[in-house]
């Protein structure tokens, strides 16, 4: 099992900059090449895709929302995945979510992804 907590969200005005954390923890996190990836969804509005790494950290995707504003990375000392998000904008504003999957791949869909955080919050006024 593999258990996943977000923080780092918070009220922000268009423009700033915030940083995501991602704290993992388990066994299975530990042994197993794991991909880590970033969802959010928007207040009435479906779950989507936001950025996704590699085990190894050197394959990336994201979403062309986020594409040059957003950063995913990791740190697999200390088990802890990042979202630095910059220029946000109000369109930002949703719940992050973090997932994991055991496995060499680089998966953007949700429905590939086994273990899931609660989510923080990220406001961004205009």
């Known amino acids: 099992q593999v258990q996943l907590v977000e923080s780092g969200g918070g009220l922000v005005q268009a423009g700033d900059s915030l940083r995501l954390s991602c704290a993992a923890s388990?066994?299975?996190?530990?042994?197993?090449?794991?991909?880590a990836g970033w969802f959010r969804q928007a207040p009435g509005k479906e779950r989507e895709f936001v950025a996704s790494i590699t085990w190894t950290g050197r394959s990336t995707s994201y979403a062309d929302s986020v594409k040059g504003r957003f950063t995913i990375s990791r740190d697999n000392a200390m088990n802890t995945v990042y979202l630095q998000m910059n220029s946000l904008k109000p369109e930002d504003t949703a719940v992050y979510y973090c997932?994991?999957?055991?496995?060499?791949?680089?998966?953007?869909?949700?429905?590939?992804?086994?273990?899931w955080g609660r989510g923080t919050q990220v406001t961004v006024s205009s």
């Open positions: 388990g066994r299975s996190f530990n042994i197993r090449p794991t991909a």
């Open positions: 997932a994991a999957v055991p496995g060499p791949i680089l998966p953007i869909n949700e429905n590939e992804y086994t273990y």
